[in-house]
């Protein structure tokens, strides 16, 4: 071996591509947990601390969900603002809201369901939006999946027919409805729904188990004043009070996609609250409308399509 080949088999390699060796093998066994970055331009070279461009880029992985913007880079959200408010200038019955929730993104940390019962002032055991939990695989290969699940607002709702004082009923923008005035708590509606996505009103509240200290009931009053505010349910103000007349207690409650705030051309609390953008609302008969392109998506999903209930609630998985 000639002394000129000699040196090259013998030198060591520039600081510069050591740097980007360790820089990648760092970056490969990142991207196992799913944190492989797009977009790296640049790495610091060590030794002489100057910068040293990197061309590769490494890959989104298939089971994460890039954030969804316009095409003029508004979030999301705002995007579907200005979707409710087109959709607001249309007469209702052209209407039909739907919601979208993308479960690569749900990582239950269930905002979604505690801003659902602050938005509504709901009671203890009565929850609209539960997280539910999927557990695959086999140990110790196993993975977890947050299945977020409202009312799932039925083309064809088996909790209607089932009814025997027609309290339950579709209005005309699609969303299934309770008349508290009507309802007779028969509870007929939670059996039939197939969804489990109804619960029942006892009339209990989160002080009823207030201790007494030195005589003197701690609180109790200011406690139950949580559930008895005003909230308003289908776009109409009630208080939750004894009066079967005149609140939802000894009724069959469930979600109703926020229509008074919908109404107001707000989105439902739980769109705004999640911390992945993981829930979408909107108007489908809208095809300019974000969740009218995302029902388009190959990865869409219904629950329990079989049972011909045509949900309103899409998944993408």
Known sequence: MSSENLDKATKP?????VAR??????????????????NLSRIAAEGNGELQAVSDSAADPASLAPPITSGDGVSALERM?????????KAPEDRRWVMVIDLRKCVGC?????????????????VYRPVLEEETGTFPNVAKRFIPRPCMQCDQPPCVPVCPVN???KNEEGVVEIDYDQ???????????????????FGGEYADDTPVAEGIVVGREVAASYERATNFEYAEARTREGDRDESPVGNVRKCHFCLHRVREGMLPACVTTC??????????????????????SPNVMRLKEELGTEPRVYYLT
Request: aromatic share 8%; hydrophobic share 40%.
């Open 13 to 17: 390699p520039p600081v510069e591509n």
């Open 21 to 38: 060796r360790r820089f990648l093998q760092a970056l490969a066994g990142a991207a196992g947990a799913g944190l492989a970055l797009t």
């Open 81 to 89: 603002r200005g979707d409710i408010q087109r959709a607001l200038a």
């Open 110 to 126: 269930h905002a979604c369901t505690v801003s659902c019962v602050a938005e509504n002032h709901l009671p203890p055991g009565v």
């Open 167 to 169: 309290a339950t009923f």
């Open 183 to 201: 309802c007779i708590g028969c509870r007929y509606c939670i059996t039939a729904c197939p969804y489990g996505a109804r619960t029942f009103d």
């Open 275 to 296: 911390i992945g953008t993981a829930t979408y609302f909107g108007d489908a008969n809208d095809p300019e409308s974000l969740v009218s392109e995302l029902i388009a």
